[in-house]
């Protein structure tokens, strides 16, 4: 079974430009959550999608960030401007089921904004 | 919110050794999660287990949710275990968050 697929794995821009990362998630997972990793620190959710519905996005940063999961199976998270402190690693994860269940976890993708 | 507190905040040992590391939280939970993230960052899961005991090789793991806290225990360890282990908890209010603590970091010398 292949696992949750992210791209790029590496990002490197300027502050105030664009930025966007895709995730796909385990097959027929129905639950895909997006984290922030800020160096020394443990994940922390930015927002979370039952098939194409936001369940929670009560700490995604809405004037910069924004996110979709059209058809219910890809996502892309994207930052507009990209400020410094947006330097982090950009972690997807899936689900089976909304509740109560394990989450598996994608490689990451690392960006670093100068 | 739920707060989540892990200690050790790092842990050196040698190639062999045992350990235990606990995690803390402020409230009720129904989910609760330790993931492993390796040295090149990837975030694996190993145990869910929002109550009891659960057993994985030389991994185990036990959660008292009544006392709101859980123990990871390493037996014979080995340099691939090192890495950062995160304890992440959830409540079911509305939907799944899973809150993450600030993570233990393992260092096993050979």
């Known amino acids: 079974e292949a696992g949750v697929a992210q791209s790029p794995r590496y990002k490197i821009i300027e502050k105030r430009q664009s930025v966007a990362f895709w995730c796909n998630p385990i097959?027929?997972?129905?639950?895909l959550y997006w984290y922030q990793q800020i160096l020394g620190q443990g994940p922390k959710l930015l927002i979370q999608?039952?098939?194409?519905?936001?369940?929670?996005d009560s700490q995604l940063p809405k004037d910069r960030f924004s996110a979709e999961r059209l058809k219910g199976v890809d996502s892309t998270l994207k930052i507009q401007p990209a400020k410094l402190e947006d330097s982090a690693v950009y972690l997807c994860?899936?689900?089976?089921?909304?509740?109560?269940?394990?989450?598996?976890f994608g490689p990451g993708t690392r960006l670093t904004v100068l | 919110g739920i707060q989540v507190e892990q200690s050790p905040p790092d842990l050196i040992l040698q190639e062999g050794a045992n350990s235990t590391l606990r995690c803390n939280f402020s409230d009720s939970v129904n989910n609760l999660q330790w993931f492993h993230q390796n040295p090149w960052g990837q975030l694996i899961n190993l145990f869910y287990?929002?109550?009891g005991t659960k057993q994985n090789g030389r991994l185990s793991a036990t959660t008292v949710a009544t006392e709101r806290y859980s123990l990871l225990y390493i037996s014979s360890s080995q340099t691939t275990d090192s890495g950062v282990y995160f304890c992440a908890v959830g409540r079911i209010q509305g939907a799944q968050k899973l809150v993450f603590g600030q993570g233990t970091r393992l260092t096993i010398n050979p």
């Open positions: 994860a899936s689900s089976l089921l909304i509740h109560t269940d394990t989450q598996y």
């Open positions: 999608f039952q098939n194409n519905g936001v369940v929670d």
């Open positions: 097959s027929g997972h129905a639950t």
């Open positions: 287990i929002p109550s």
